[in-house]
């Protein structure tokens, strides 16, 4: 469990097969139940990241108030950052 002031900071620290873990939120809920999800450009490749489909996704927020994806980077997709 990481708080959310410090995640960028834990995530650099943790490393999978050498690579540095990477996080970025999908979706959030609000108090008053509206889910708030990035640009349909940068959700599609957030998605594919977490291996789950939209209609997932939404199932996921019905239980929870966040959604986050993580991932290292491949060599071979897209990083956010080229968005």
Do not use: F
């Amino acid at each position: 469990m990481m708080h959310q002031t410090y995640r960028s900071e834990v995530a650099k620290r943790i490393k999978i097969a050498g690579k540095p873990l990477n996080y970025a939120q999908i979706a959030a809920k609000a108090y008053t139940g509206k889910i708030a999800s990035p640009p349909v450009a940068w959700k599609k490749v957030l998605l594919e990241k977490a291996g789950i489909s939209e209609t997932k996704g939404y199932m996921e927020m019905r239980e929870n108030s966040c959604l986050y994806a993580l991932y290292v980077d491949d060599e071979d997709t897209v990083s956010e950052e080229t968005i």
